[in-house]
């Protein structure tokens, strides 16, 4: 007889139906596992012929030919561990086939039997539901899965620890309870921008970053709390709706990174030492992974030292940037994963970090300076709206007491330039803020007042902006205006947006 039961593939956050088939014939006892697996599903025989042991079973003195159909899609990954035990356990008569049949089942095993977690519970529990399967995941992936039982209200989870406690489910001899959806990650508190002394300027430009959701580069000497002040923008920044937090509780699952399971309710905030690799970053790797910048969508990705980040990296950064997508190529075909990220850098001003530093002078400046800036490319910086300089904080700003103004009265602000932002653009697809929108929408969104057009086109002639930097400060602008709830771009908003711009060699 052939036995089959329900699994998925994963193709970035995306799932493909995989049916698991068993087949058992007469002949020379033999394993075989058929339909393009990789090297973990082809190790698979062993997990489920030791789990089979933890049983008190042993494989069936016949020929086992183990079938993953479709037969053309590549299956990578451990979870089919769990399906195929499953599905042999069927074929060998063990658990009953037309109660098997209505599930959908992922888990890796290890040798005594014990189901352990494995990425991508959520998006397989989605599959699950929208065909009306029920779903058998790891205990440990419980959390993930309840969640999507909850909201598509007709999923039936069974996440058992151990293969025992499943076959003894479909025994009759042991019940397992549903598990609980869990939240990830609400406990933790935020740190708010009142810790910050001084640097109201700098505390300015995180809010406009957080308020038209612009990409923002720090420059500043070692100490001057450019770590401190990215650390504060997620405390800013509105809450997930619902179909952003699935999106990125989807990724984080894909990414075996949803320890203890559940949604997740706050943005997500990644900050990857710049010796990161590319494909640590942007994503790929043995099995196509979601990088950083995907694992940091509907977030924030902060980049500290950004000059010290390797070259080819940086440049990868520039496709997702620009699409808020992460292409990952793999040998013959190609993985897409969501990377709508808001990138916050930091760098000191040149390599030793004491140029203009009155205590220590930079010893090799200007040179040391020019050298380190040339390391981030003019396309690179062309797609961050926001260019500062962080002072060192002064000794009297030390001593200041808390400021009046903490992070629950700038995210109000920053909530309703949001919401005017989101009203203007509800009809344009890919624009939600004013850092999605690109030349054309701005000249009908932004276009100044005469006063402000006449100050823009002279300081652009002044400065010999580039297209590309004449429309940066439109977009500045135009978010500047949001935050005061003006109507239109006026003089002091196209003031203000120069101000946020650095002279960086070969940036307009
Ligand atoms: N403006 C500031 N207000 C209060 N403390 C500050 C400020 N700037 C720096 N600090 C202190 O200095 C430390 C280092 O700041 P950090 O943000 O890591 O600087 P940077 O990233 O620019 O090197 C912080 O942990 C904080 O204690
Ligand atoms: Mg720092
Ligand atoms: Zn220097």
């Excluded at 075989?32 to 008190?56: F, M, Y």
């Excluded at 063990?94 to 977690?117: F, K, M, Q, V």
């Excluded at 010290?308 to 994963?337: D, I, K």
């Excluded at 005017?420 to 000249?443: F, K, P, S």
Aim: net charge neutral.
């Amino acid at each position: 007889m052939t036995a089959r039961i329900g699994t998925v593939a994963f193709q970035g956050i995306d799932t493909l139906a995989i049916d698991v088939q068993v087949q058992l014939t007469n002949g020379l006892p033999a394993f075989t596992i058929v339909g393009l697996p990789d090297k973990a599903v082809a190790e698979s025989r062993e997990r489920v012929r030791g789990a089979l042991h933890g049983l008190g079973l042993s494989l069936p003195a016949k020929r086992i030919t183990v079938n993953l159909a479709p037969a053309d899609v590549v299956k990578e990954g451990s979870h089919f561990d769990l399906p195929i035990a499953l599905s042999l356990l069927v074929a060998m008569e063990i658990l009953p086939a037309e109660e098997l049949c209505l599930y959908l089942a992922l888990g890796e095993l290890s040798l005594d039997g014990a189901i352990t977690a494995v990425a991508g519970v959520l998006p397989a529990a989605l599959n699950a539901a929208s065909r009306d399967l029920g779903l058998i995941c790891p205990a440990a992936c419980g959390g993930e899965a309840a969640w999507a039982a909850t909201e598509t209200g007709r999923l039936a989870v069974l996440a058992p620890p151990h293969l025992l406690a499943l076959v003894n489910h479909f025994k009759g001899s042991q019940i397992l309870s549903p598990p609980e959806p869990r939240i990830a990650d609400d406990a933790a508190i935020l740190p708010d921008m009142r810790d910050i002394k001084g640097q109201e300027s700098a505390k300015r430009a995180v809010e406009v970053a957080a308020a038209g959701g612009h990409n923002l580069l720090m420059a500043g000497p070692p100490g001057s709390g450019k770590s401190m002040l990215a650390q504060r923008l997620p405390g800013l920044l509105p809450p997930l709706d619902a179909s952003e937090a699935l999106e990125i509780t989807m990724v984080h699952s894909v990414a075996g990174q949803l320890p203890g399971g559940g949604l997740m309710r706050r943005r997500p905030y990644r900050d990857p030492h710049h010796s990161a690799s590319l494909p640590a970053l942007v994503g790929g790797g043995a099995r196509a992974k979601p990088g950083e910048i995907s694992l940091a969508h509907n977030g924030v990705l902060f980049l500290d030292e950004l000059p010290e980040f390797n070259r080819q990296t940086l440049e990868a950064l520039r496709q997702p940037l620009e699409s808020g997508r992460a292409v990952v190529a793999r040998a013959n075909h190609h993985v897409t994963y969501p990377a709508r990220f808001q990138l916050i850098a930091a760098m000191n001003p040149c390599r030793c970090g004491h140029l203009d530093d009155p205590a220590i002078a930079c010893g090799r400046a200007p040179r040391c300076a020019a050298d380190y800036q040339s390391r981030l490319s003019g396309p690179l910086l062309d797609r961050i709206d926001l260019h500062i300089d962080v002072p060192a904080v002064r000794a009297t700003d030390l001593s200041l007491p808390p400021a009046t103004e903490g992070s629950a009265e700038i995210k109000v602000r920053v909530c309703e330039a949001r919401a005017r932002q989101a009203a203007r653009y509800r009809n344009i697809t890919g624009v939600r803020l004013n850092a999605h929108a690109d030349g054309e929408l701005l000249m009908q969104v932004a276009a100044p007042e005469p006063a402000g057009k006449a100050l823009l086109d002279k300081a652009a002639e002044q400065m010999r902006l580039s297209a590309r930097g004449y429309h940066r400060i439109l977009r500045v602008a135009r978010t500047l205006a949001d935050l005061e709830g003006a109507p239109a771009v006026s003089r002091p908003h196209i003031a203000e947006a120069l101000g946020y711009r650095r002279a960086f060699p070969g940036t307009g």
